[in-house]
């Protein structure tokens, strides 16, 4: 088959979503697929490359905003015809990509729908009011893309769940869920020459990500265990306000921001490292970092809200704690550090969850499906070796 995966992102992907598609298309590509990955540009004219067999386009973009997704549409839809005899299917990621002007069947893969997304969002600053206020229109995009598609997935039955606001039913949507690289995360031991426990936390700076309540928990464990740090991994716009945050509160040796984490390896070696992987959001899909670090065999703190019900069995393979409640999360923390055996028994089932269930060979198997579904059979067999 031939896949033109579209998406808002920019690439290379610094953020769950676009690590999403990457693996997905790296997936595919390695059971003989074609695919192309349309992104988002720059000012510049229309750029073109081939990364892992992968074409990788990216159409002009101007950050004109609230109307940036609309201008990105035009010149999409530009390359959507130059490409069309040359793709089979067409899968889009939202949020805040547009719909297409094709002939060409269109899955669409919903992460986030954007009213439970800004719908967690308090208005407590500048940035969280615009966010608002570019809502209705973001609404209005997403609502075209959903009525072109002939498919539509999710990454959770939190995500399928929440589209009825869009009057779809969802019986109606497929859950396919969040991948992980299993044969690149996995456990192992780090070796460490010196060695300051520490919790670790990864993902955007932004609102809705619960930061704040990871302070105040760290502020929390932190009378009872002064030794032990807590690392956030990340960048984003709250960042000045995080650590004036973290000045305020005298944290500054308890907690640490670590900044984007470019090399993958050295991620990896932080989740092997960590005593638990913590997660404060809001409000999430299903968040690839968390199954990223129970691929590790890390255990894991998150609050119940999305995707995490879908994976995390409570005392199981995880810890779930109301969101909004760093009194919880703190208590969750300190149950990890003085029950070491527990801890060792939730990392050990969730590798086992991730390795069964959410691994890219299982979840892009269930993406072949799919496309097979809505295409004659001829055509989605084509470009498949035998073996595949």
């Known amino acids: 088959m031939r896949i033109g995966m579209v998406t808002s992102l920019p690439f290379p992907p610094r953020e769950g979503m676009g690590f999403y598609i990457w693996n997905l298309s790296r997936y595919l590509t390695k059971q003989g697929h074609t695919v192309h990955i349309i992104t988002r540009g720059g000012v510049k004219r229309m750029q073109h490359e081939c990364v892992d067999g992968i074409h990788i386009w990216r159409p002009t973009f101007f950050p004109v905003y609230p109307m940036h997704a609309h201008l990105h549409g035009l010149f999409v839809d530009r390359l959507v015809r130059q490409l069309e005899h040359e793709i089979d299917i067409f ?3 939202t949020p805040l990509v547009t719909n297409l002007k094709t002939k060409r069947p269109v899955l669409v893969t919903v992460h986030t729908p954007m009213k439970a997304d800004t719908g967690s969002i308090p208005v407590t600053n500048m940035l969280e009011l615009l966010i608002r206020m570019q809502a209705p229109v973001s609404y209005r995009v997403e609502q075209n893309v959903f009525s072109q598609a002939k498919t539509i997935t999710a990454v959770a039955h939190s995500v399928a769940d929440e589209l009825a606001v869009y009057a779809i039913d969802p019986q109606s949507v497929q859950v396919l869920g969040n991948g992980v690289d299993t044969e690149t995360f996995y456990p192992t031991p780090v070796k460490k020459t010196v060695y300051t426990p520490y919790f670790l936390t990864v993902g955007r700076l ?3 990500k619960g930061l704040r309540d990871l302070l105040h928990c760290a502020a929390i464990a932190a009378k ?3 030794n032990y740090r807590f690392l956030i991994a990340g960048e984003g716009p709250l960042r000045g306000e995080i650590e004036r945050d973290i000045q305020r509160m005298n944290l500054s040796k308890q907690v640490k921001l670590l900044g984007h984490i470019e090399d993958r390896a050295h991620l990896i070696d932080l989740y092997r490292g960590a005593v638990a992987y913590v997660h404060t959001a809001h409000y999430e899909g299903l968040p690839t970092a968390l199954i990223e670090a129970m691929a590790c065999g890390r255990p894991v703190v998150t609050t119940a809200v999305s995707g995490a019900l879908d994976v995390i069995a409570h005392g199981e393979n995880g810890l ?15 149950q ?3 029950q070491p055996s527990f801890a060792t028994s939730l990392g050990k089932f969730a590798h086992k969850t991730i390795e069964n269930r959410y691994s890219w060979h299982v979840i892009s198997r269930n993406y072949v499906a799919c496309y097979e579904s809505l295409l004659p059979q001829a055509v989605s067999r084509r470009e498949v070796p035998a073996n595949a």
Request: aromatic fraction near 4%.
């Open 224 to 226: 009872t265990f002064p």
């Open 206 to 208: 932004a609102p809705r």
């Open 91 to 93: 899968h889009l990621h």
């Open 320 to 334: 779930l704690v109301p969101a909004h409640a760093p009194e919880a999360m703190a208590e969750a923390v300190v």
């Open 336 to 338: 990890i550090i003085s």
